[in-house]
C-alpha cells in the first residue's frame, strides 16, 4: 500500500459506489417529489455499466495516450465513472401525462437503499480492520 495514500483500492471502490448510489438517491426521490406534477417525466441514473465496463477495463491490460492529443484509450479506472441521468420522455401518463410510477419508484428507492447499506457496511468492515492493523492487534 502507498504511503502516501492510505486507502486501498477496494475501499476506493466502495467510496466511489457510496456516491454514486447517493445520486440514484436523488434522482428516485425527485421522481417521487414530482409524481403528482402534470406532464412530468421521470429520470433515471445509471452507472452500473459504466462501473462494471471500468473495472473489467482495469482486469485486463491497461491502455495509455503517450502524448495529450491522442484519443483517449477509454476510461481504465473507475474514478472516471460518473453516471447519466436519462429523462424518459416516451412514457405516457393516465390524463396528466405524468409519467412516475410511484410503485416502480419505490421499488427503485428499496433497491437502491439495500445497495448503498450493504456498501457501507463493507466500507465500515474494511474501515475496522483498518483501525485493528494500525493499532497492532488491540
Known sequence: MDVARPVDTQSQLLAKILDLRASKAQVIA???????TPGFAPSRF????????ALNQTQGV???ASHPGHINPGAGSFHTVTGKVVVEKDQPGIGDRNGVSVDQEMLDLSENA???ETAAQLYKKKTTML???ISGGQ
Open 30 to 36: 425527485a421522481n417521487i417529489a414530482n409524481a403528482e
Open 46 to 53: 445509471t452507472f452500473e455499466e459504466d462501473l462494471a465496463q
Open 62 to 64: 491497461r491502455l495509455t
Open 114 to 116: 439495500l445497495l448503498y
Open 131 to 133: 483501525k485493528h492493523v
